[in-house]
T-cell receptor, first 109, second 121 residues
């Protein structure tokens, strides 16, 4: 099983500031990495796939980078609606054996 | 616009079987391009993929749950279902249904709103 880890567990950021979230895979997942955003009481929403491609309707302030085992999600200027939990997810294998990171909570500083 | 909606009992007794259904609207579950899956999230915790199914009946399971899980599809109703047997309190979670491509190469993209299932006597 590919184990995903994320850091930090919590990130306190002021509105308008930049947030940088990290995700690491226990083995290479190439670019088969997605980021999902989850707000309280809501389902996750796909933000980024292919490590760096924004999903439909996702603002340009969200960007992803990395490949192999090290990945980063950057939110360039945090808006109030961006305070949420962010999960990375790998989909490297077929048949599917999806695994998620434990999440990074982005809260208001 | 594709929509997925989970349904089923919100309370299940320990040792019984949890049964949930996901109804797909705005698209066909028989699409050759997609699989349909279940993911769960215990209260305050992270996400765990449970299983996925292709419209033809091909099934894929998380090895850690495989002995207790059955996933099935009903193309005539545009629905797929999850059964989880011998439940315990550890199976208490919000259960989501979601879509992902068949053959890999892309993530889970559309999610249902989720349904909370509590295991308690």
């Amino acid at each position: 099983e590919i184990v995903m880890t994320q850091s930090p567990a919590t990130l306190s950021v002021s509105p308008g500031e930049r947030a940088t979230l990290s995700c690491r895979a226990s083995q290479s997942v190439r670019s088969n990495l997605a980021w999902h955003q989850q707000k309280p009481g809501q389902a996750p929403r796909l933000l980024i796939y292919g490590a760096s491609t924004r999903a439909t309707g996702i603002p340009a302030r969200f960007s992803g980078s990395g490949s192999g085992t090290e990945f980063t999600l950057t939110i360039s200027s945090l808006q109030s609606e961006d305070f949420a939990v962010y999960y990375c997810q790998q989909y490297n294998n077929w048949p599917p054996q999806f695994t998620f990171g434990p999440g990074t909570k982005v809260d208001i500083k | 616009q594709l929509q997925l909606q989970e349904s089923g009992p919100g309370l299940v007794k320990p040792s019984e079987t949890l049964s949930l259904t996901c109804t797909v609207s705005g698209g066909s579950i028989s699409s050759s391009s997609y699989c349909w899956g279940w993911i769960r999230q215990p209260p305050g915790k992270g996400l765990e993929w449970i299983a996925s199914i292709y419209y033809s009946g091909n099934t894929y399971y998380n090895p850690s749950l495989k002995s207790r899980v059955t996933i099935s599809v009903d193309t005539s109703k545009n629905q797929f279902s999850l059964q989880l047997s011998s439940v315990t309190a550890a199976d208490t979670a919000v259960y989501y249904c979601a879509r992902h491509p068949f053959g890999g190469g892309y993530s889970l993209d559309y999610w249902g709103q989720g349904t909370l299932v509590t295991v308690s006597s």
